[in-house]
Nanobody, 123 residues
Framework: VQLQASGGGLVQAGGSLRLSCAASGRAIGNYPMGWFRQAPGKEREFITIISRSGVSTYYAESVKGRFTISRDNAKNTVFLQMNSLKPEDTAVYYC?????????????????WGQGTLVTVSS
């Protein structure tokens, strides 16, 4: 599976962005899909995950209530709607396809990764 993340950019605090993750090679309906982010000078962190069908989602506390993950399996695309953005949301955002079972935030359980898209939130 090849993943291509897009939609990043510069936004003011309080604003919104919608990231997309387009897949090719295989149908993403086979995989739970997650988003991670890596801020400058920090380790990559888990943000959210969505089940194969899209019925179930889970969010890190840092983004709960502000970010929404969704998917359109027919279009082979996963989305991350980010609202009420804060300067601390500034990071490179990565989408990933998960093949393993276990804790949601374990990166080694995600076999396929997109290249990342940069989100910069100004104060």
């Amino acid at each position: 599976v090849q993943l291509q993340a897009s939609g990043g950019g510069l936004v003011q605090a309080g604003g919104s962005l919608r990231l997309s993750c387009a897949a090719s090679g295989r149908a993403i309906g086979n995989y739970p899909m997650g988003w991670f982010r890596q801020a400058p000078g920090k380790e990559r962190e888990f943000i959210t995950i969505i089940s194969r069908s899209g019925v179930s989602t889970y969010y890190a506390e840092s983004v709960k209530g502000r970010f929404t993950i969704s998917r359109d399996n027919a279009k082979n695309t996963v989305f991350l709607q980010m609202n009420s953005l804060k300067p601390e949301d500034t990071a490179v955002y990565y989408c990933a396809a998960r093949t393993g079972d276990g804790a949601y935030d374990v990166e080694s359980l995600y076999d396929y990764w997109g290249q990342g898209t940069l989100v910069t939130v100004s104060s």
